[in-house]
T-cell receptor
Framework: GESVGLHLPTLSVQEGDNSIINCAYS??????FIWYKQESGKGPQFIID?????DKRQGQRVTVLLNKTVKHLSLQIAATQPGDSAVYFC????????????FGAGTRLFVKA | DTGVSQDPRHKITKRGQNVTFRCDPI?????LYWYRQTLGQGPEFLTY????????KSRLLSDRFSAERPKGSFSTLEIQRTEQGDSAMYLC?????????????????FGPGTRLTVT
């Protein structure tokens, strides 16, 4: 079977600190992994993705790490800002083209001022 | 604004009534998805279109639900004989299949959603 799970339902960090949101997966057949951010009242928004043949990918203030040995994915946000407060999802991307994306419950990030 | 749009943004209906939602994807995107999201949960996949063809449907999509994408552009999701359990946010997303310029092109762009309340 397959599952997409996050280690913690909520994460609270101080503004300016770095945030790390973790995700575990069980299906090794995934060819890519995507992180989405969903702010209150809005649809999910793509943040960054990583292919299964990569270990690390960096974006603006965000870094995604993929550890295929332990089937673990993490999203690191540098210098967390109040605007980063949201629910973060790491759905399984499925086959090429991305249909039937399977989301979990997500991790809610709270940023304390 | 050239993003994904959905109409209406909110719908309140009485149990037993039919409702129809519309989604306009990003114009060059050939793939379109419908999701349902309830409070505190992630989006649940309902169905997927590639152009006008409906290629996959979730078991969540009972026979009261029907989705169409007649010309491969906008899509409609109809719920017949609504039930209180249908109350949720209905999200539409679109994507461009395949790679563009060497970058990954599998990410989905979501609309703002239609919030349905069945009383």
């Amino acid at each position: 079977g397959e599952s997409v799970g996050l280690h913690l339902p909520t994460l609270s960090v101080q503004e300016g600190d770095n945030s790390i949101i973790n995700c575990a997966y069980s299906n090794s057949a995934s060819d890519y992994f995507i992180w989405y951010k969903q702010e209150s009242g809005k649809g999910p928004q793509f943040i960054i993705d990583i292919r299964s043949n990569m270990d690390k990918r960096q974006g603006q203030r965000v870094t995604v790490l993929l550890n295929k040995t332990v089937k673990h994915l993490s999203l690191q946000i540098a210098a967390t800002q109040p605007g980063d407060s949201a629910v973060y999802f790491c759905p399984r991307g499925g086959l090429k083209g991305g249909f039937k994306t399977i989301f979990g419950a997500g991790t809610r990030l709270f940023v304390k001022a | 604004d050239t993003g994904v749009s959905q109409d209406p943004r909110h719908k309140i209906t009485k149990r037993g009534q039919n409702v129809t939602f519309r989604c306009d994807p990003i114009s060059e995107h050939n793939r379109l998805y419908w999701y349902r999201q309830t409070l505190g949960q992630g989006p649940e996949f309902l169905t997927y279109f590639q152009n006008e063809a409906q290629l996959e449907k979730s078991r969540l999509l009972s026979d009261r639900f029907s989705a169409e994408r007649p010309k491969g552009s906008f899509s409609t999701l109809e719920i017949q004989r609504t039930e209180q359990g249908d109350s949720a946010m209905y999200l539409c997303a679109s994507s461009l299949g395949g790679r563009t310029g060497g970058e990954f092109a599998y990410e989905q762009y979501f609309g703002p959603g239609t919030r349905l309340t069945v009383t």
